[in-house]
């Protein structure tokens, strides 16, 4: 679920976002925790490679950021068929795309990107 959810955000992006930055974003989800009333909770940071992507993604007073996280909770609680409280952070990782181990750690492979 964890994949599904990071995969559902990262289009999102992608969608919105258009041709404004190249696809080399990424997206982690560092916490998932369903509460005691079935609202899950999903933390979820979107991984960039330069400080002026970043100011991209989050986008005026944070309207980007907003309309990317709306349009993915939609989506994933329709997967879920839950409420979610999903929380996003943009994070800047300096040529990741270059490095084997953030690959993998994204879940990626060199031929994914």
Known sequence: MRQICAE???EKALRLLNDEIPHGIAVTVEK???RDNGIMDIEANI???RESHKGIIIGKGGAMLKRIGSAARREIESQLETKVNLQLWVKVRKEWRDSELYMKNYGYSQKDI
């Open 32 to 34: 998932m925790k369903e």
């Open 47 to 49: 991984i960039c490679e």
């Open 8 to 10: 559902l955000i990262r």
